[in-house]
């Protein structure tokens, strides 16, 4: 918000140094971001945070200054003083028929007006502060509006259909012109100023082109209310208008001052558009409320601030700042709440009230006593870690990706879960995967030039669970380009599905679970098939991995292989990490027995594995695949399969009649288990 230093002035005596002066306000809690001059005008751009609608407006400034340097502050009909004038009496009505979202509705009207351009000084201070001149009635309201902070509104009155107000909810259809031209398509939800035919205004947002001020306006109707927060914030965002108004009326208004802001405008109306008032106002105010009080104690001030500020210097800042500070006792104080400081609802809030008046700079530093309490750390935090660091050792770099989705991302899991009140469509949901987070931040490095882009990323999921929701961690993982880079000697190897297989492995080797099974069963369709596979490990499906379908890539404009994996992570906290264990090397040699085997093509090897292991043999050291063969003497739909098994024991060299009964039992499984065919008895060939 802009603000001009003369405009300051008018209401309280200021120092001379307008750097000092910008310093103060930033320690006040309004930080100023810049101080520009134009001409011999000197201008503060404040960021004026969302809890302090009373400091939207140079009257508010200069309140908080005259607070800070203890000066007299000018008041000008000071918000919250009615003006004389009763709720009734001329032949504007107005009725309230949503006093939920018009809790105050008040009006003056002035007849014989003439309209015509503001004076110099006027549309000067308006262009100041950002605001565009238009004529003399509409930039008085404008004026005061930056001037005191509260939203006014002129209507031509004789446009006014029967020269009534009602105050309604829109009728679901109904159309109104805005002043910016635009026809706005209104709902029950929408708040709306209304004539006896027709909508004539947004609450709180904007007027309409039926009722403006016009170059023949004689007769005006200026509107002074207080509109609900959440509708005029509502309204504002599905019509995608902000307004100086919307803005303070998002925030909260000082109901109190509508009136007396009515009437202040009414003046400056007078000086510069001629016309004649009515005696009396209008002013229906159904929601009338009794005064807000809030004890203070001094105990509190000490505890929080951790310094002893003398009673006189508190009674005095709460004074200053419009606080009424009654004593309570000998040691608190019952503080009435001034109607223009809606953020103020706890005593904490008068607490910091104090701080920032005393001054943060008389403050002493120092540290925060010790509890002696140790940290705790985050659930599974000791599991994430030791993840993070095996993937980082693979080579991935971790990413992180807003929880917060559009509906972009349904294709990849189950619908995302909705937010009732989202602050862009962009982030309208909340995830139900991880993959469209990764493959956006793999786009962005490849359109950079990285060629070799391996990411992961750890993090929760959202999903529905009948009535209720779920949020399971879930690790993701993203690849590209080469898994070895060339180099003198050795070409480069591209990252491939088994190297992603092999790192899901190892993650799964980090926790105290059984071996890892693959299959094809229910890939998800956004995995190109025949490069697709989920991992099993005790019965359960703990992660899902393949290569990116072409048609999704083309859709993500990326024209490279790109590897996924998806791994329920709940599965493997609950197994608990593998600890790491000694065993001694045995001094006896390893023999290594190959295995010939011809098996149907719907078995996979997790299925041979375990048809070994399932035996149980001691000295079973490892079992791993050394060839397969397709085609020529094998008949379709089976496949040949090398299989080496290595035995070793720790007590002594294992002789042939147990290498031959291991091998007997190892093909008499294979063939009862996978219905397997012996091509070839493999002679055992032993390694030191």
């Known amino acids: 918000m802009k603000i001009l230093l003369s405009w300051l002035k008018e209401f309280v005596s200021l120092p001379s140094d307008v750097r000092r002066l910008a310093d103060d306000l930033t320690m006040l809690g309004l930080p100023v971001d810049s101080v520009t001059t134009e001409g011999k005008e000197a201008v503060l751009d404040l960021d004026v945070t969302t809890n302090r609608p009373d400091c939207l407006s140079h009257y508010g400034v200069a309140r908080e200054l005259a607070a800070f340097y203890g000066r007299k502050l000018k008041r000008s009909a000071e918000a919250g003083e009615e003006a004389s004038g009763s709720n009734s009496g001329n032949d504007a009505i107005v009725e309230i028929a949503a006093p939920d979202l018009c809790r105050r509705y008040s009006a003056r009207v002035i007849r014989g007006v003439q309209i015509a351009p503001s004076p110099a000084w006027l549309t000067r201070r308006l262009e100041l502060v950002g605001v565009r001149p238009i004529n003399n009635v509409a930039d008085a309201t404008n004026y005061a509006l930056m001037a005191y902070g509260h939203p006014l509104h002129a209507f031509d009155l004789d446009r006014l259909e029967g020269g009534r107000i009602i105050v309604r909810r829109a009728v679901p259809g109904e159309i109104l012109k805005t002043l910016d031209g635009q026809d706005r398509m209104l709902s029950s939800e929408d708040l709306v100023i209304a004539d006896a035919r027709q909508p004539v205004a947004l ?137 223009f400081r809606v953020d103020m609802s706890r005593e904490i809030d008068l607490v910091e009230e104090i701080a920032r008046h005393y001054s943060y700079d008389r403050f002493p ?121 060339a180099c003198v000697g050795q070409p480069a190897q591209p990252f491939g599905f088994l190297d992603l297989k092999g790192d899901l492995e190892q993650v799964a080797e980090q926790f105290q679970i059984g071996p890892c099974l693959f299959d094809a069963e229910g890939p998800p369709d956004y995995y190109r098939p025949g490069c697709r ?147 070839i008895g493999g002679e055992g060939q032993e390694t030191q």
């Open 365 to 485: 530093l120092r540290l925060p006593a010790a509890t002696g309490r140790v940290p705790r750390k985050a659930p599974h935090a000791t599991q994430e870690q030791r993840l993070r660091a095996l993937l980082a050792g693979l080579g991935y770099d971790e990413a992180l990706s807003s929880v917060l989705v559009s509906r972009v991302t349904e294709p990849f899991a189950a619908p995302p879960v909705p937010l009732a009140n989202p602050l862009s469509e962009e982030g309208a949901f909340l995830r139900s995967s991880m993959v469209p987070g990764l493959l956006a931040a793999l786009q962005w490095n490849m359109n950079r030039g990285q060629q070799t882009v391996l990411l992961f990323e750890i993090g929760n999921v959202y999903r529905r669970e009948g009535d209720g929701f779920q949020q399971p961690p879930m690790l993701a993982l993203a690849a590209t380009g080469e898994r070895i880079e």
């Open 533 to 679: 596979a989920r991992m099993v490990i005790e019965g359960k499906t703990v992660a899902r991995l393949g290569q990116l379908h072409a048609e999704v890539a083309e859709k993500w404009k990326i024209r490279r292989p790109v590897f996924l994996a998806e791994v329920d992570l709940e599965a493997l906290y609950a197994a608990g990490l593998r600890l790491p264990q000694v065993q001694p090397l045995s001094r006896f040699p390893a023999v290594e027995r190959d295995f010939s085997v011809m098996l149907p093509e719907t078995v996979w090897f997790g299925a041979v594995r375990d048809a070994v292991v399932s035996l149980g043999i001691p000295e079973l050291v490892a079992v791993a695949p050394v060839e397969i063969f397709r085609g020529g003497p094998v008949p379709p739909g089976s496949y040949s399969l090398l299989l080496r098994v290595t035995l070793q024991s720790h007590q002594t060299t294992l002789t042939e009649e147990q290498l031959a009964a291991y091998s007997a039992r190892i093909m008499e499984s294979l063939q009862h288990k996978l219905g397997a065919q012996i091509r």
């Open 203 to 339: 609450a709180g947002v904007m007027g309409g082109q039926d009722s403006e001020i016009t170059a023949s306006t004689q007769n005006v109707l200026l509107e002074s209310a207080w509109f609900d927060p959440i509708a005029v914030r509502r309204t504002s965002k599905k019509q995608g208008l902000h307004t100086e108004a919307s803005h303070r009326f998002e925030r909260g208004a000082d109901i109190a001052a509508a009136l007396s802001s009515a009437n202040r405008c009414i003046e400056m109306i007078q000086q510069l558009a001629g016309g004649t008032l009515d005696p009396k106002a209008v002013d229906v105010f159904p929601g009338r409320k009794p005064p807000h009080s809030i004890l203070l104690r001094r105990s509190e001030v000490l505890r929080h601030l951790g310094l002893d500020v003398p009673s006189r210097e508190v009674k005095k800042i709460l004074s200053r700042l419009g606080f009424s500070a009654q004593p309570e006792g000998k040691s608190a104080w019952l503080c009435m709440v001034p109607s």
